[in-house]
């Protein structure tokens, strides 16, 4: 099984991208799937989550400014980026997951990561 993540690129800061993520094949015992990043340097860092009951939790640092939406039971993905930052720069990962207990994972799949690059 593999997560194909796209979208990424270069774009001006105050600019906008769409990130999408598809899986390969269909996972049908996922219930959640997410956007991370790992800028240069740094940590991956979470970004941004969607559960299958439609929940969606966001990184402060992008509140207002993503979205994240998809469809988890086709194991679609997307992250639209608003308001683009500089500090936004950075390679952003694509994964799905099954949780049940917080904290706990099952079945969990990666993408390659796609780079987002924003100029000031």
């Known amino acids: 099984v593999q997560l194909q993540a796209s979208g990424g690129g270069l774009v001006q800061a105050g600019g906008s991208l769409r990130l999408s993520c598809t899986a390969s094949?269909?996972?049908?015992?996922?219930?959640?799937m997410a956007w991370y990043r790992q800028a240069p340097g740094k940590q991956r860092e979470l970004v941004a989550t969607v559960a299958k009951g439609g929940y969606t939790n966001y990184a402060d640092s992008v509140k207002g400014r993503f979205i994240i939406s998809g469809d988890i039971a086709k194991n679609t993905v997307y992250l639209q980026m608003n308001s683009l930052k500089p500090e936004d720069t950075a390679v952003y990962y694509c994964?799905?997951?099954?949780?049940?207990?917080?904290?706990?994972?099952?079945?969990?799949?990666w993408g390659q990561g796609t780079l987002v690059t924003v100029s000031s």
């Open positions: 094949v269909i996972i049908s015992s996922i219930n959640n």
């Open positions: 994964n799905a997951y099954y949780s049940a207990i917080a904290g706990v994972r099952m079945y969990d799949y």
